[in-house]
């Protein structure tokens, strides 16, 4: 299976900062890597896909970038609404893999 | 609207067999994948296994395999996530998500918690 990496598992930003989560695959996995977002007691919400297109509907403050193995989500500026955590995932290999997620708190 | 509708909470013992589903509608259910994804209390998103309605193609994550069933009935739009003998560990909530290459998961169910407990 491929193994995806996140980093950091938590972070902690004041409104307005500019936020970076990283993801690496075990393996190269193309441009197949989504993000998503999930907050308590919901269901996760598709941010980003192919790495780096934005899902419709999404704030224009995330970003997505990368390819191969290494790829980035950007928050461009903090929200308050953007508390959760944040999830990496590969679907260019079965079966499809999670990165563990990075919990991002507001201070 | 596309949406996907998860039948609601279940409360079992261990050793009962379970049937979970996910209603689509507003897109073509027949033609789009559906996604099983595992959220086991206060730990983070696995990926169960992937159907296409439209002929039964399923593959399973293989530390699934074997202990569920992942299926479909394209007739009435909805898919199916079955264990014939569940355990404590099963005690999760259980997602369904739509799925195509281009797009990743883009529609969620709302989720079906399952507690497994004597």
């Known amino acids: 299976d491929i193994q995806m990496t996140q980093s950091p598992s938590t972070l902690s930003a004041s409104v307005g900062d500019r936020v970076t989560i990283t993801c690496r695959a075990s393996?190269?996995?193309?441009?197949?890597l989504a993000w998503y977002q999930q907050k308590p007691g919901k269901a996760p919400n598709l941010l980003i896909y192919?790495?780096?297109t934005l899902e419709s509907g999404v704030p224009s403050r995330f970003s997505g970038s990368g390819s191969v193995t290494e790829f980035t989500l950007t928050i461009s500026s903090l929200q308050p609404d953007d508390s959760a955590t944040y999830y990496c995932?590969?679907?260019?290999?079965?079966?499809?893999?999670f990165g563990q997620g990075t919990k991002l708190e507001i201070k | 609207e596309v949406q996907l509708v998860q039948s609601g909470a279940e409360v079992k013992k261990p050793g009962e067999s379970l049937q979970i589903s996910c209603k689509g509608s507003?897109?073509?259910?027949?033609?789009?994948?559906i996604a099983w994804v595992r959220q086991m209390p206060g730990k983070g998103l696995e990926w169960m296994g992937i159907?296409?309605?439209?002929?039964?193609?399923?593959r399973y994550n293989p530390s699934f395999q074997g202990q569920v069933t992942i299926s479909a009935d394209k007739s009435i739009s909805t898919a199916y996530l079955q264990w014939s003998g569940l355990k404590a560990s099963d005690t999760a909530m259980y997602y369904c998500?739509?799925?195509?290459?281009?797009?990743?998961?883009?529609?969620w169910g709302q989720g079906t918690t399952v507690t497994v407990s004597s």
């Open positions: 998500a739509k799925y195509s290459p281009l797009d990743a998961m883009d529609v």
């Open positions: 507003g897109y073509s259910f027949t033609t789009n994948w």
């Open positions: 159907i296409y309605p439209d002929d039964s193609d399923t």
């Open positions: 393996q190269s996995i193309s441009g197949w």
């Open positions: 192919k790495a780096s």
């Open positions: 995932q590969q679907y260019g290999t079965y079966p499809y893999t």
